[in-house]
């Protein structure tokens, strides 16, 4: 979709397990671990801020293998969370009502996000601002995570150069004259 305000940056870097987020305020490098189950999550004490669980939706036992994560869920106060059913495009775009349904109550219910995409071609249907993949990205940059670094102060991206912090017009030269007295 279209949006006034650009989606997030969401790139792995160069070190394995490490994606880097930038927005226009800040920037941030995330470790990002890939697990199958649980068991298989190192946190290294670090506490788990956010959480993506993919499943196939083409694929039932895909989904009911989420289960497994009811306890992580319980455990960790996870600040981003998603439940993301992949390959949308196999289904022509559209998920039966019912099973919509059932995909949305087992998310909220675990606080999580439902969220419908396709990695390979997100369809779109318009019901809301983003959706797929895109909306996952947003999720992600729309979390402030710890260790971040801000791009600008906040004064610096609201206000015009043209335009004194209290809001009055004036020109560049008096705003750094001002700022210089």
Request: charged share 25%; net charge negative; aromatic share 8%.
């Amino acid at each position: 979709g279209l949006h006034a305000t650009p989606l997030p940056s969401v790139a792995e870097t160069k070190d394995p397990g490490v994606w880097s987020i930038q927005t226009k305020y800040f920037v941030v490098d995330v470790r990002v671990c890939y697990a199958e189950v649980p068991e298989d999550v190192v946190l290294d004490g670090a506490p788990c801020e956010g959480i993506v669980l993919v499943f196939d939706l083409t694929d039932e036992a895909s989904f009911n293998h989420l289960e497994c994560w009811q306890s992580f869920l319980k455990e960790h106060d996870v600040e981003v969370g998603i439940c993301g059913g992949n390959k949308l495009d196999l289904l022509g775009g559209q998920v039966a009502a019912a099973t919509r349904e059932k995909y949305t109550n087992w998310s909220l219910d675990h606080q999580l996000e439902f969220c419908e995409c396709s990695a390979l071609a997100d369809v779109f249907t318009g019901s809301r601002d983003t959706e797929g993949v895109e909306r996952v990205v947003e999720a992600l940059g729309s979390h402030t995570w710890s260790g971040y670094t801000k791009k600008l102060s906040t004064a610096a991206l609201l206000t015009p150069p043209h335009v004194d912090a209290a809001g009055a017009a004036g020109t560049r030269a008096h705003a750094e004259q001002e700022e210089s007295c």
